[in-house]
């Protein structure tokens, strides 16, 4: 379904997801939060894909702290593009336990709704992927953005009641809140980044009960200050050290080889619980991935249990 016509190849990578560690348009933010969401056809071209791209390797390596992400700004990704990435950032749990946390981003940028309320997709749900994580008994992170969470609230509320879900904050709207990132929509200001904070705090705690404790920037784009700023809100930002690499991607393999060659002990893995047209290899993936990390003597847990102790 959702067969890529021109238009919609060029929406989907000019507009929606770009970032969380998905391949994103190379080159400066395309557009400002609030302003202009359509292709400007700079920043947002739409670029073919690879055939088969190499899992890009941001491990964090010798962290200041364990677990602490010690990147600077303007980290060049190996696809090209770049991110802004601020230190202070969780990207792992101990490197002593064999466990990992699987974390899924729930993006809903401004554009995405308005795809979604013309029809011209049918949802950005995975259904099958959490269908997949409930039969196999697999705990898993959802990263919400307020946008998503107020889309799908019978669904919000459903994960929350399930104890192997936690809840974790994404953002109201999925704007970059650094450039350069994957050409995302921006968001400016302290008073607006705080918003995009408190305001899907409030919106996830409102809908479903439970306060978030760790909050992903929009494509993990951020500024030493803008880490500040989440912490001061009461959440932990968290990065991840494992990129499933599952947007726009079509084939589940290549996701599949992407996690388990990048996949250790403590290991954060971020991909998408979006769906077609964005992500429709993400619940295939993991049905080979979840099995073969287990069979290796991986345990799944979420964020907070990994990060315990
Ligand atoms: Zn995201």
Same mark, same amino acid.
């Given at each position: 379904m959702a067969r890529p016509t021109p238009l919609l190849s060029a929406l989907v990578s000019a507009l929606l997801l770009a970032g969380c560690g998905g391949k994103g348009a190379p080159g400066p933010a395309s557009g400002t939060r609030g302003g202009t969401e359509t292709s400007d056809g700079t920043g947002g071209e739409p670029r073919p894909r690879a055939p088969a791209p190499r899992p890009r390797t941001r491990r964090p390596g010798r962290a200041p702290t364990a677990g602490l992400a010690p990147l600077g700004p303007g980290v060049a990704l190996t696809d090209g593009s770049q991110m802004a990435v601020a230190a202070g950032q969780v990207a792992h749990g101990a490197r002593s336990r064999r466990e990992i946390a699987l974390t899924f981003d729930a993006d809903m940028t401004r554009a995405m709704l308005a795809t979604l309320r013309s029809g011209r997709v049918s949802g950005w749900l995975d259904r099958r992927l959490f269908a997949e994580l409930r039969a196999t008994r697999t705990p898993a992170t959802i990263f919400l953005t307020g946008l998503w969470t107020r889309q799908y609230p019978a669904q919000v509320r459903r994960l929350a009641r399930d104890p192997l879900f936690?809840?974790? #904050? $994404?953002?109201?709207? $999925?704007?970059a809140f650094a450039t350069p990132c994957f050409g995302l929509p921006t968001v400016a200001g302290a008073a607006a980044k705080r918003q995009e904070v408190v305001g899907a705090a409030h919106t996830i705690e409102q809908i479903a009960g439970v306060r978030p404790r760790y909050f992903r920037f929009p494509g993990g784009c951020a500024r030493p200050s803008d880490v500040s700023l989440v912490e001061g809100a009461g959440e932990r930002p968290v990065l991840w050290d494992v990129v499933s690499g599952d947007a726009f991607q079509r084939?589940? #393999?290549?996701?599949?080889r992407a996690v388990l060659a990048q996949a250790r002990p403590g290991s954060i893995v971020v991909a $998408?619980?979006?769906?077609?047209? #964005?992500?429709?290899?993400?619940?295939a993936a993991m049905r080979v991935i979840i099995p073969t990390l287990r069979a290796r003597g991986y345990r799944f847990v979420t964020l907070s249990q990994l990060l315990a102790g």
């Open positions: 936690e809840l974790a #904050n $994404h953002s109201i709207d $999925h704007a084939d589940p #393999n290549v996701i599949v $998408h619980c979006i769906g077609a047209p #964005n992500t429709p290899a993400t619940a």
